[in-house]
């Protein structure tokens, strides 16, 4: 069971990001991920660090945890520059990125909206999200890349230097609908969900698992991680061990044997004990 921590980007603070991946990284993390927004939806006050140049900053001052975005809208960002940007960030984090991707939902749809962005239906959200990969895998492993899509045009396009990683970084994208599984278990190394019942999670499983088929894969190939939101974990009444025990079961109740990776959003104002009771958490679930 592996482990990872969403960076508190909406404190507006990046001195406190970075005591929180440190600390992280030393309570045995895997992973720090930031969001893709330029004005989370669910913040009222609207502030929040970017996501691609936070990653950037965190790289240079962690070690071992690798680093993500959780996940990158594309929408939001040309494929183009996403490789140059993504190829960089695994250059200065010495080949530590997983790249999240995604399509955005209803709820993001007044954000983009505001900043001048279209918001595209479903079905042109999938086939951007499909395009794009395509031509991230091309600027990554290519010394020379051509691509003609429906939305998407490069023409002998270069990216020197390539990511640290080979042949690529890995790529996981975020969402439950049954036409980002279809991209899931064509392209994808991993699949990120939330907020599913214990049926519907069944249900996308063996979905994902016919369609892994049909393009040649292994469907265990494919790391399944799930993300959540914790508030205000750590109060003084609290027994830490009754801490523990409650995340644990929490997981247990929102997850399934096949999922392997946890991912937690804490409250701006939990303090250590929570990071660390989480990290017990997971371990608890081996």
């Known amino acids: 069971m592996r482990f990872g ?41 609207g502030r929040g660090l970017e996501c691609w140049t936070t990653l950037s900053a ?7 945890a690798k680093l993500g975005s959780l996940v990158t809208n594309i929408v939001l960002r040309n494929p183009s520059l996403l490789a140059k940007m993504s190829s960089t960030v695994d250059n200065i984090s010495g080949g530590r990125l997983i790249l999240g991707l995604g399509t955005g939902d209803r709820m993001s ?18 086939e951007r999200l499909k395009e794009s990969i395509l031509i991230l895998k091309a600027l990554w492993t290519k010394d020379e890349a051509t691509f003609r899509g429906r939305h998407y045009k490069i023409t002998k396009a270069t990216n020197v230097p390539k990511p640290k990683q080979r042949p690529h970084p890995p790529i996981w994208i975020g969402g439950k609908h049954l036409k980002i599984l279809d991209i899931v278990a064509e392209f994808a190394d991993g699949w990120n969900y939330w907020g599913l019942r214990k049926d519907e999670l069944k249900r996308r499983n063996s979905y ?20 959540g939101t914790y508030r205000q974990l750590a109060q003084p009444t609290r027994n830490y061990s009754e801490l523990v025990e409650k995340i644990s079961r929490n997981l247990r109740e929102q997850t399934d044997p096949e999922t392997s990776y946890f991912i937690a959003y804490f409250d701006s104002r939990d303090e250590r004990e929570s990071y660390q009771a989480f990290a017990d958490a997971v371990k608890s679930l081996d």
């Open 208 to 227: 994902l698992a016919k369609k892994c088929v049909e393009f040649g894969r292994n469907p265990g190939s494919i790391v399944k991680s799930w993300s």
């Open 5 to 45: 921590c969403q960076l508190p980007q909406d404190l507006g603070d990046f001195d406190r990001l970075v005591d929180v991946a440190k600390n992280c990284e030393r309570l045995g993390y895997d992973s720090l991920w930031t969001y893709d927004h330029l004005s989370p939806f669910w913040s009222r006050s």
């Open 58 to 64: 965190i790289a240079a001052r962690t070690n071992t």
């Open 109 to 126: 749809r007044k954000e983009l909206n505001s900043y001048g962005y279209g918001f595209p239906g479903l079905d042109e959200r999938v």
